[in-house]
């Protein structure tokens, strides 16, 4: 049973490009959750989505962020416009159900290096 | 909202010693508490978990114990190898839901 995945696993870009972050959730897990993680910091929740839904984008930034979770596909986090700050390690996670008993399993994460 | 605090944010143990981490939260409607190990460049990955129904969970050299009136939950490891070296992080969800809070990390070295 594969885990999480994600990619690219790194990503390079530079100023006022456009970032687009994939992920695909474990098998029989509707459930999606992107976190972003600055160096030696922990993870922050940015978005919750189900498919076709966004749930709860709270931890997103308002501008230049979205994410979307299509009925057929990965789920996407686009970032335009990147600037410097946005570098960091965006982190995928998947459940199976959203209470919050419900364990969360983390891909890989994408690494974004703005220059 | 929620608060996690994790201490120490560094470790350093002999190999063979014990190390233990200790977590505090304030939401005192928590009831699951899981713990993740993150090596360089990976992602976390679960090690174990604990829910509020219970004081103390093991798994071979890893525990979790919970004291849900002191709101604070702890990582034990015992016999550590260097191959537990790494970062690890609890976490607690907002108010019973999805939205992980997670501790600031604790950077553990086992020296060989």
């Known amino acids: 049973n594969a885990g999480v995945m994600q990619n690219p696993r790194h990503l390079v870009r530079r100023r006022g490009q456009e970032a687009r972050l994939r992920c695909s959730p474990m098998?029989?897990?509707?459930?999606v959750y992107w976190y972003r993680q600055l160096p030696e910091e922990g993870l922050k929740f940015m978005v919750y989505?189900?498919?076709?839904?966004?749930?709860?984008e709270s931890g997103m930034p308002k501008e230049r962020f979205s994410a979307e979770f299509p009925k057929e596909g990965p789920s996407i986090l686009r970032i335009q416009q990147v600037v410097r700050g946005d570098s960091a390690a965006y982190f995928c996670a998947s459940s199976r159900n959203p209470q919050g008993q419900e364990t969360q399993y983390f891909g890989p994460g994408t690494r974004l290096l703005v220059l | 909202g929620e608060n996690v605090e994790q201490h120490p944010s560094t470790l350093s143990v002999q190999e063979g010693d014990s190390a233990v981490i200790k977590c505090t939260y304030s939401d005192s409607a928590s009831n699951y508490f899981p713990w993740y190990k993150q090596e360089l460049g990976k992602g976390p990955q679960l090690i174990i978990d604990i829910r509020s129904n219970v004081g103390e969970k093991k798994d071979q050299r890893i525990a979790v114990t919970l004291n849900k009136t002191a709101k604070h939950f702890s990582l034990h490891i015992t016999e550590t190898q260097p191959e537990d070296s790494a970062v690890y992080f609890c976490?607690?969800?907002?108010?019973?839901?999805?939205?992980?809070?997670f501790g600031t990390g604790t950077r553990l070295k086992v020296l060989a």
């Open positions: 976490a607690v969800p907002t108010s019973g839901t999805y939205k992980y809070i």
């Open positions: 989505l189900q498919k076709e839904n966004i749930i709860d």
């Open positions: 098998k029989g897990h509707s459930h």
